[in-house]
């Protein structure tokens, strides 16, 4: 009896453990408490993952900014290692079909750009990605209220 409730004490610890580790290991991906601000989107683009940080500047600094918002576009690459290098433009449209195109620069192990998205609606986000030999492009909606 007591070698039986030893095993099943042993068991039950070992899958506490696997089942500890499996959850902590959930969103592995990239850490989300190094972002700044709110995460408007997640792809997967030809297996490298990028995901989307919008921040709203006029909450912090002036309201009559040009361009108040801030997003910030974070890459791994298939090994799910972080992307430290390349070239990466957006492209952003607003429901009227005016475009904003704009350079991202390399910051806290990202590509940020700043752009103008103060009229409430829909507005595409297309990113171009230049990573060495490997080109991604990547496309979605995202509604300002």
């Given at each position: 009896?007591?070698?039986?409730l030893?095993?099943?004490?042993t ?11 499996a959850?902590s290991?959930e969103?592995?991906?990239?850490d989300?408490?190094e972002k700044v601000?709110?995460?408007i ?5 030809d297996?490298y993952?990028?995901s ?12 009559d ?6 997003i ?8 799910h290692?972080?992307?430290l ?11 009227e079909g005016?475009s904003q195109k704009?350079?991202?620069?390399f ?7 700043t ?8 507005y ?8 060495g030999?490997v080109k ?10």
């Amino acid at each position: 009896m007591k070698k039986t409730l030893i095993s099943l004490l042993t068991l039950m610890i070992a899958v506490l453990i696997i089942t500890g580790t499996a959850f902590s290991m959930e969103g592995h991906d990239m850490d989300e408490s190094e972002k700044v601000g709110e995460l408007i989107h997640k792809s997967t683009v030809d297996g490298y993952m990028l995901s989307y940080y919008l921040m709203d500047l006029r909450e912090q600094q002036k309201k009559d900014m040009d361009k108040p918002h801030h997003i910030m576009v974070y890459i791994m690459n298939k090994d799910h290692q972080k992307v430290l290098e390349g070239k990466v433009g957006f492209m952003i449209k607003d429901s009227e079909g005016n475009s904003q195109k704009i350079m991202a620069m390399f910051m806290s192990e990202g590509f940020g750009i700043t752009a103008d998205m103060k009229k409430q609606g829909i507005y595409t986000i297309i990113t171009k990605a230049v990573l060495g030999d490997v080109k991604l492009m990547d496309k979605f909606t995202y509604e300002m209220k």
